[in-house]
């Protein structure tokens, strides 16, 4: 069975640090280019961030603004955000994502509907 799962997300304070974790089960990530979403109550899923299969290539959204940073581990099938100085607007459910690239390298979408399998998203709050 084919499973994303997310963890690391929590509480945290205006300027504080998360890392999150997306952690594949079932298949192996070394073919898959990974993104991560968000979606905060009342608004639409949005691209964050995303990284090619061999970790070459990644894209940030604007508002990551130099904070937050991409990687990934494929011998541990893992792939991570890294979240410095965030912010109260940052408040959303994350998610993570895997899209079947085959041998393409170099190339990762920040598009919702390209994406093949979803995690069930960790909650971040930042919050006083």
């Known amino acids: 069975q084919l499973q994303l799962v997310e963890s690391g997300g929590g509480l945290v304070q205006p300027g504080g640090s998360l890392r999150l974790s997306c952690a594949a089960s079932g298949f192996t990530l070394d073919y898959y280019a990974i993104g991560w979403f968000r979606q905060a109550p009342g608004k639409e899923r949005e691209g964050v961030s995303c990284?090619?299969?061999?970790?070459?290539?990644?894209n940030y959204a604007d508002f990551t603004k130099g904070r937050f940073t991409i990687s990934r581990d494929n011998a541990k099938n893992t792939v991570y955000l890294q979240m410095n100085s965030l912010k109260p607007e940052d408040t959303a459910i994350y998610y993570c994502?895997?899209?079947?690239?085959?041998?393409?390298?170099?190339?990762?979408?920040?598009?919702?509907?390209?994406?093949?399998?979803w995690g069930q998203g960790t909650q971040v709050t930042v919050s006083s």
């Open positions: 990284i090619s299969s061999s970790g070459g290539s990644t």
């Open positions: 994502a895997a899209q079947d690239v085959g041998s393409t390298d170099y190339y990762c979408s920040g598009y919702v509907e390209t994406y093949d399998y």
